[in-house]
T-cell receptor, first 114, second 118 residues
Framework: GAGVSQSPSNKVTEKGKDVELRCDPI?????LYWYRQSLGQGLEFLIY????????KSGLPSDRFSAERTGGSVSTLTIQRTQQEDSAVYLC????????????FGPGTRLTVL | AQKITQTQPGMFVQEKEAVTLDCTYDTSDPSYGLFWYKQPSSGEMIFLIY??????QNATEGRYSLNFQKARKSANLVISASQLGDSAMYFC???????????????FGQGTILTVHP
């Protein structure tokens, strides 16, 4: 009965380095979402996957951000050439297809760019 | 474009009392839903309650109820009999629609920090 898991839980990196954040959704959930939560802010939508495809990438803040999903399961969010403004908590959620109102969130990855 | 506003940065309530967290929204979509999530200090977002815009009765889930006033575009969360474990950040959210579908994309308010005093 595992929920959504994310790794690492914390990541500290130097400006200019690339980072990969991983999300493992609930088994059977074909919809997967990435959000970003900056300090003191609400959640900001980044990208949505339906299976392995991403019909809506409009929330990705720049071309340094990319995401992929393989096998309809695990997803990786990659940030290239990290900047200090990328520091935030990155949250992943999953849901059954068409059950968008029941998104289950993971614990998040806290990214700190020095 | 959809917009969610939570005007209370922080709220305090005495244990066992009820508290109302405010949320107003603006959307041009004819059909939408309102969500409330709880985020404890652990960081995980916990889904609390959902109300569709065409639902006739206010949604209720245990101690949580949604005071939905469509004409005023408000969807306030009412927590009855507050418990110490209710201390957390609370977010109101609404789907963002593009081309008739939201793909589950949610727009969140800024959140309200609720502190329950013993």
């Amino acid at each position: 009965g595992a929920g959504v898991s994310q790794s690492p839980s914390n990541k500290v990196t130097e400006k200019g380095k690339d980072v990969e954040l991983r999300c493992d959704p609930i088994s059977g959930h074909t919809a997967l979402y990435w959000y970003r939560q900056s300090l003191g802010q609400g959640l900001e939508f980044l990208i949505y996957f339906q299976g392995n495809s991403a019909p809506d990438k409009s929330g990705l803040p720049s071309d340094r951000f990319s995401a992929e999903r393989t096998g309809g399961s695990v997803s990786t969010l990659t940030i290239q050439r990290t900047q200090q403004e990328d520091s935030a908590v990155y949250l992943c959620a999953s849901s059954l297809v068409y059950k968008y109102n029941e998104q289950f969130f993971g614990p998040g990855t806290r990214l700190t760019v020095l | 474009a959809q917009k969610i506003t939570q005007t209370q940065p922080g709220m305090f309530v005495q244990e066992k009392e009820a508290v109302t967290l405010d949320c107003t929204y603006d959307t041009s979509d004819p059909s939408y839903g309102l969500f409330w999530y709880k985020q404890p200090s652990s960081g995980e977002m916990i889904f609390l309650i959902y109300q569709g815009s065409y639902d006739q009765q206010n949604a209720t889930e245990g101690r949580y109820s949604l005071n939905f006033q469509k004409a005023r575009k408000s969807a306030n969360l009412v927590i009855s009999a507050s418990q110490l474990g209710d201390s957390a950040m609370y977010f109101c959210a609404i789907p963002v629609y593009s081309g008739g579908t939201s793909y589950g994309k949610l727009t969140f308010g800024q959140g309200t920090i609720l502190t329950v005093h013993p």
